[in-house]
């Protein structure tokens, strides 16, 4: 698990001021291990402090990705999840038929990023994202059933 404490450090040197309800929203970030949805954020810090200000959630999710801090994803289901930044990056397989997930190592995308920056002369922010197809078993399962 993350300790918000070296995220809330990160934004004070980064010149941004440290209030209670950034406190609040990557402390529930940093103790999902995982990916939660601003919906999400907002039901954890609302069991603590009921009040708790929905757009506060937005615009400090807006500033901790600006920064580095956490990375969104969409996985597809309408709405951006996420995660506290990880080293080492990781990427994420989604099967389009039954929504299994799986995790791939950045390494798999080394190639990929020498490439872009080799001939297209970009440097490709590839952190932490989704990519979409079909796991074996759904392979085997549309195989099967075109016989």
């Known amino acids: 698990m993350h300790h918000p ?3 809330l450090q ?5 010149g941004h001021r440290l209030t209670p ?3 609040m929203i990557l402390s529930a970030i940093c103790e999902s291990n995982g990916h939660l949805t601003a919906d999400d ?3 954890r810090v609302r069991k603590r402090y009921p009040q708790f200000n929905k757009s506060a959630v937005y615009r400090t999710l807006e500033l901790l990705t600006r920064h580095g801090f956490v ?3 969409d996985f597809g289901q309408g709405c951006v999840t996420y995660e506290i930044h990880q080293h080492p990056h990781h990427h994420h397989l989604v099967c389009r038929k039954c929504g299994k997930m799986a995790e791939v190592d950045e390494g798999v995308f080394v190639p990929v990023e020498k ?3 080799k ?3 970009f440097f490709p922010d590839l952190d932490h994202f989704a990519i979409f197809g ?13 016989r």
Do not use: M
């Not at 990160?10 to 980064?14: H, P």
């Not at 079909?134 to 059933?145: F, G, R, V």
């Open 5 to 7: 404490t070296e995220y």
């Open 10 to 14: 990160g934004l004070r040197q980064k």
């Open 21 to 23: 309800q950034r406190e």
């Open 41 to 43: 954020i907002i039901t």
């Open 71 to 73: 990375n969104p994803t």
């Open 115 to 117: 490439k872009l920056r």
């Open 119 to 121: 001939d297209f002369n």
């Open 134 to 146: 079909y796991c074996s078993k759904c392979q085997a399962a549309e195989k099967k059933s075109a």
